[in-house]
């Protein structure tokens, strides 16, 4: 069995926190587990930092306290891995960073989960990340809704073969002519869009996926993604080719 190299954990928490940062995790929005199934979340403030005088004052974002957070990515650590070893018959050389953003809400359910910055290139992975960071339990954050960022790069290990790195001018052609209908999946969105791909050694897409800065581009990268996934590209050789463009 092929083995998989250590998750590398780099946590920052964008939580109004003066605190300097830990680790972080992903995941797409669902519904909240029904109260009856999920152990009790701490309350609000029985973890919650104190202040001078008895005075709270809350900004726009909450806090939540890193040992809870560290916790709820350390028990979300086995759906992860499995999210990225499930997809390595599949595209075996697949590899990357992937870097989240969590927003919790004043109940302790996740609101969204994004894949902001991701290097990973298969939408499939991203996504079930993103389902299992939905899932995570961090507790009632503390003076309002909370921010998690947080990232992990994963490969197949030491004996993996890599993608050969193209450089994005290899698909400068393509991207012209496929102007009109990424401009349609835009639908007049002028957010930052970066995709990943791999070309096969067939010359199709073996796989793609996207950075998505928020949750309102999720659709826009989904149609994009499509769209790309249908590419003929040129041939890489025997070997996969993987690179990162920028969308118009």
Same mark, same amino acid.
């Given at each position: 069995?092929?083995?998989?190299?250590?998750?590398?954990? /780099?946590?920052?928490?964008?939580?109004?926190?003066?605190?300097?940062?830990?680790?972080?995790?992903?995941?797409?929005?669902?519904?909240?587990?029904?109260?009856?199934?999920?152990?009790?979340?701490?309350?609000?403030?029985?973890?919650?930092?104190?202040?001078?005088?008895?005075?709270?004052?809350?900004?726009?974002?909450?806090?939540?306290?890193?040992?809870?957070?560290?916790?709820?990515?350390?028990?979300?650590?086995?759906?992860?891995?499995?999210?990225?070893?499930?997809? /390595?018959?599949?595209?075996?050389?697949?590899?990357?960073?992937?870097?989240?953003?969590?927003?919790?809400?004043?109940?302790?359910?996740?609101?969204?989960?994004?894949?902001?910055?991701?290097?990973?290139?298969?939408?499939?992975?991203?996504?079930?990340?993103?389902?299992?960071?939905?899932?995570?339990?961090?507790?009632?954050?503390?003076?309002? +809704?909370?921010?998690?960022?947080?990232?992990? +790069?994963?490969?197949?290990?030491?004996?993996?073969?890599?993608?050969?790195?193209?450089?994005?001018?290899?698909?400068?052609?393509? /991207?012209?002519?496929?102007?009109?209908?990424?401009?349609?999946?835009?639908?007049?969105?002028?957010?930052?869009?970066?995709?990943?791909?791999?070309?096969?050694?067939?010359?199709?897409?073996?796989?793609?996926?996207?950075?998505?800065?928020?949750?309102?581009?999720?659709?826009?990268?989904?149609?994009? /993604?499509?769209?790309?996934?249908?590419?003929?590209?040129?041939?890489?050789?025997?070997?996969?080719?993987?690179?990162?463009?920028?969308?118009?």
């Amino acid at each position: 069995m092929r083995a998989i190299t250590p998750l590398a954990f /780099l946590c920052l928490f964008g939580c109004g926190s003066a605190s300097p940062p830990p680790p972080q995790v992903v995941a797409q929005r669902e519904a909240p587990r029904a109260p009856t199934s999920e152990p009790a979340r701490p309350r609000a403030g029985s973890d919650c930092p104190t202040h001078a005088g008895g005075m709270s004052i809350e900004g726009q974002l909450g806090t939540l306290p890193q040992p809870r957070v560290r916790a709820a990515l350390h028990a979300a650590e086995a759906q992860l891995t499995a999210c990225f070893t499930q997809r /390595l018959e599949a595209i075996p050389c697949l590899s990357g960073r992937v870097g989240f953003k969590i927003r919790v809400g004043t109940d302790g359910a996740v609101r969204w989960v994004m894949p902001t910055s991701s290097t990973m290139g298969d939408r499939d992975t991203e996504r079930c990340m993103q389902q299992a960071l939905a899932h995570a339990d961090f507790g009632l954050p503390c003076g309002g +809704e909370a921010e998690i960022t947080w990232a992990m +790069e994963l490969d197949g290990g030491p004996d993996a073969r890599p993608a050969t790195e193209w450089p994005p001018s290899r698909l400068n052609t393509l /991207l012209r002519q496929r102007r009109a209908a990424l401009a349609a999946c835009r639908n007049g969105s002028t957010a930052a869009l970066a995709v990943t791909l791999y070309a096969a050694p067939d010359a199709s897409v073996a796989t793609a996926g996207a950075s998505i800065p928020e949750p309102e581009v999720e659709a826009v990268a989904d149609c994009v /993604l499509r769209e790309v996934r249908a590419w003929r590209l040129p041939s890489p050789g025997s070997w996969y080719a993987r690179t990162t463009v920028n969308i118009p």
